[in-house]
């Protein structure tokens, strides 16, 4: 179906402007909603661009860019706050990558060893999103 790399959603500190990829529109809303905190938020701590893309094998990756201009870009911070993001949306993360591999590149849950989980398909997402409440 896809032959290069997909791009999730994105947001710049350049254009104040998010991006969402509409073939992934049948997301929850609260997942969207998420990912749109995570990606903004980020830009507006640490300046540049940032996307959350999947590779070939499903998995997603964080990548950054900022103008060479751009004084105020924080490069040490990018990579601790990818960190820190990785570590706290983990759930969240891993479920994309589990419905990318499901829905885009035909896998079967059982290859990725989730057969219990892929019982019940509204799981998938269900306690994956803090809302920090």
Known sequence: MYQDKIV?????????????NQD???LPEAVKQELQI???????EIGGILTLEFDDDGNLQFKTE?????????EIGSVLKI????EEKRELLESLEMYY?????????EENGLEEKSTDSGKL???SVDNGV
């Open 38 to 44: 995570m990606c903004v938020l980020y830009t507006e």
């Open 66 to 74: 900022a103008l060479d201009a751009d004084a105020m870009y924080d």
């Open 24 to 26: 992934f529109n049948s």
């Open 8 to 20: 999730l959603c994105g947001a710049s500190a350049y254009e104040q402007k998010y991006y969402f």
């Open 125 to 127: 997402f269900g306690d």
């Open 83 to 86: 960190k820190k993001l990785q």
């Open 101 to 109: 591999r499901v829905f885009f590149l035909g896998e079967t849950p």
